[in-house]
């Protein structure tokens, strides 16, 4: 046993050794650091991961294989880990910590975990927990300073390199002990307030506050009332433990009421609020896919007893005023729950004011932020639907099929496309091939009856998820048979076929005998990447070889043509 506990020692000190010292040979320490003024230094964790032979040390702890290595028995026992291997590795890295301390190479604290297959099966230990006071109370200061600086009294867009380390500073509870939540929350405010009017940067900006609450929530909150199976595959599932609730009278204690605006405030907080804020920054800013957990945080908090999260179930997150989400006329009965992106719609008179009504109400609540992804629950006598085959017999299609029946409403169906229209965000109610991106339904319908709204069709089509929706060559094989192929339309056509698959097969080849039109669309396609020109030629002429052969055929000016096509194909 000696000889086997001293070959796994030394494996194990080799092993750390070998990391630190592959970390010190690094170039570029003070220039990661130098960054900003929030990081104090690049590593603050690693993982020993012991297993005979081929022992690893890393910052990224994936896990990829603790179900297999959970099944597999080690030759020592838990107590020998705890009481004999672990105060030597820990001797180990604290040497190498001492050195180092005050380099770029390590933060303001250090956490040394292992993973190690013992007689009762895999034993995963915190070994070390290590700080460094020196660098806490600077980063502590510089953290002040920046919040003083460029969030309380700074007027300009931040950096979102800063707002990647201090969202998650200020819920690090060897920073701050005492959690202030309203102050916390205020701050993630303030960083999108003074990020606004850049998309993309405002995006990223949330990103990082949305990660580092949802990390807070699921490491440090929800561990305190509820025992976690958790998986790399799978999501949390979550199963209150005996006895656990919120403080007494948490709710009384956050004393909700209304603002002028009807918006729900509360006076005071707590961490339970925090929850309820990740919960509203992912339903209102992650992607579709990442909405269930948003929903599921608002359940664990409902369970736990907190009567907010129960009435933001029923009524919505807060964040819109009452006048906004509400709006009952009598020709239309509005609601909105961005909670559950679900907008309900009762049309009480069929006319063009109701549907006028209701696109207004849609469309405003989208400019200010309303879920792109929803869908909507409609009460109407009119079944109407796009004549487009393979679309989602759904209320949302419904909905808009019935609102394209009135050609005065057209340009407010536009105005709202434009809105809805976003990549990689898809109508709630639809899935798999019938997934479709919001907008859709008011493009499909403008492009087939009026060729002003082409160019609305264009930048549709410049937005399309290609890997993830499919229904573009439901609407390309109709706008065909609807509008032709002609001067007016080839633009939009080329433009459509760019994201079509290769399902899609188009009978247009007679209309290109006409050497006018085959000459509009050569012009279009040699404008393209031969990669492209080749995608927009598949669904029309099949493999190359078919046009190779057309064209081989031809005479004249229209052999000319086809080799032009050939040729911007890259062939």
Same mark, same amino acid.
Not at 7 to 15: D, S, V, W, Y
Not at 167 to 177: E, N
Not at 202 to 217: D, K, M, Q, Y
């Given at each position: ?43 603050n ?5 012991y297993?005979?032979?081929r ?5 990224l702890?994936?896990g ?14 838990? @107590?020998q880990?705890?009481? #004999?291997? =672990?105060?030597? *590795?820990? /001797? ?5 910590? $001492? &050195? ?28 070390? @927990?290590?700080?460094n006071? #020196?660098? =806490?109370?600077? *980063?502590? /200061? ?5 919040? $003083? &600086? ?21 819920l ?13 929350? =205020? ?10 009017g850049?998309?993309d ?22 561990p ?16 209150l ?106 049309i ?11 696109l ?10 309303f ?50 229209i976003?990549e ?50 439901k ?26 698959t290769?399902?899609?097969k188009?009978?247009?080849?007679p ?23 080749e995608?927009v030629?598949y ?33």
């Amino acid at each position: 046993m000696s000889t086997l506990y001293d070959q796994a020692m030394e494996e194990m000190i080799t092993t750390i050794h070998e990391w630190f010292d592959e970390q010190e040979k690094r170039d570029d320490l003070e220039s990661v650091v130098k960054r900003t003024t929030l990081q104090m230094g690049i590593f603050n964790d690693i993982v020993l991961d012991y297993k005979p032979g081929r022992t690893t040390v890393d910052s990224l702890d994936l896990g990829l294989d603790d179900d297999v290595k959970s099944k597999q028995a080690g030759a020592f026992t838990e @107590e020998q880990v705890r009481n #004999e291997i =672990r105060p030597k *590795l820990v /001797e180990v890295v604290q040497g190498r910590l $001492d &050195k180092l301390a005050d380099t770029p190479l390590i933060d303001y604290r250090f956490t040394l975990r292992g993973k190690f297959p013992t007689t009762e099966g895999t034993l995963q230990l915190t070994l070390l @927990e290590w700080i460094n006071e #020196e660098k =806490r109370q600077l *980063l502590l /200061e510089r953290i002040h300073t920046y919040v $003083d &600086k460029k969030l309380e009294q700074g007027t300009y867009p931040t950096k979102p390199l800063e707002s990647f380390f201090l969202t998650s500073h200020l819920l690090d509870p060897k920073l701050f002990p005492e959690l202030d939540v309203a102050w916390t929350i =205020r701050l993630y405010d303030r960083i999108q307030e003074l990020n606004q009017g850049r998309p993309d940067a405002l995006a990223e900006h949330r990103g990082e506050i949305t990660r580092a609450v949802t990390a807070w929530v699921e490491n440090q909150f929800l561990p305190q009332y509820y025992d976690v199976q958790s998986s790399p595959y799978r999501t949390n599932e979550y199963s209150l433990k005996p006895g656990a609730t919120l403080q007494s009278n948490i709710e009384t204690q956050t004393g909700q009421h209304s603002d002028e605006h009807g918006k729900q405030q509360t006076s005071g907080t707590q961490p339970i609020d925090l929850l309820l804020y990740a919960a509203v920054m992912i339903l209102r800013f992650e992607p579709s896919y990442s909405k269930p957990k948003g929903v599921t945080f608002l359940e664990l908090a409902k369970q736990l007893g907190s009567r907010r999260a129960a009435r933001m179930m029923t009524e919505g997150s807060g964040t819109y005023a009452k006048d906004d989400i509400h709006v009952k006329t009598e020709e239309v009965d509005c609601k909105a729950n961005d909670v559950f992106a679900l907008m309900t719609i009762h049309i009480r008179k069929e006319e063009p004011g109701a549907y006028q009504q209701a696109l207004t109400f849609i469309t405003h609540l989208l400019k200010q932020g309303f879920p792109k992804g929803y869908k909507i629950k409609l009460k109407s006598s009119v079944k109407q639907y796009l004549p487009i085959k393979g679309l989602a017999k759904s209320d949302t299609h419904r909905f808009f099929a019935n609102a394209l029946e009135y050609p005065e409403l057209h340009p407010l169906l536009e105005e709202y496309a434009r809105e809805a229209i976003q990549e990689f965000e898809f109508y709630e109610d639809t899935e798999g091939e019938k997934s479709c991106m919001p907008g859709s339904y008011a493009t499909f319908g403008l492009g087939l009856v009026d060729e002003r709204y082409f160019p609305l069709v264009e930048y549709y089509m410049g937005e399309v998820d290609d890997e993830h929706q499919l229904i573009q060559d439901k609407f390309i094989a109709a706008f065909v048979e609807q509008q032709g192929v002609t001067a007016q339309s080839i633009p939009a056509l080329v433009v459509s076929l760019r994201r079509s698959t290769d399902s899609l097969k188009l009978k247009i080849q007679p209309e290109l005998e006409n050497e006018e039109i085959l000459e509009l669309l050569v012009r279009q396609i040699q404008e393209l990447e031969h990669s492209e020109a080749e995608r927009v030629l598949y669904p029309i002429f099949g493999k190359v070889e078919n046009l190779t052969t057309l064209a081989r055929k031809a005479e004249g000016r229209r052999k000319e043509l086809l080799l032009e096509l050939l040729q911007a194909a890259g062939k």
